[in-house]
């Protein structure tokens, strides 16, 4: 018997959760905006993040 090929690739849903590009980019977003902060808090508090959060 010959196997043929299908003719019609399936549409399939990007995954919600896991490792995926939409993910993957939300959460490089939210490293850069957590990165500014802190350097937005040393800058105008004169002192590191540690500091400011009294663990040093």
């Given at each position: 018997m010959a196997k043929t090929e299908p003719t019609v690739t399936p549409k399939l849903e990007d995954p919600k959760f896991g490792f995926n590009k939409?993910?993957?980019?939300?959460?490089?977003r939210a490293a850069m905006?957590?990165?500014i902060l802190?350097?937005?808090i040393e800058y105008f508090t004169g002192q590191g993040v540690m500091s400011w959060l009294g663990l040093q």
């Amino acid at each position: 018997m010959a196997k043929t090929e299908p003719t019609v690739t399936p549409k399939l849903e990007d995954p919600k959760f896991g490792f995926n590009k939409y993910a993957e980019r939300l959460n490089g977003r939210a490293a850069m905006i957590g990165f500014i902060l802190a350097l937005g808090i040393e800058y105008f508090t004169g002192q590191g993040v540690m500091s400011w959060l009294g663990l040093q």
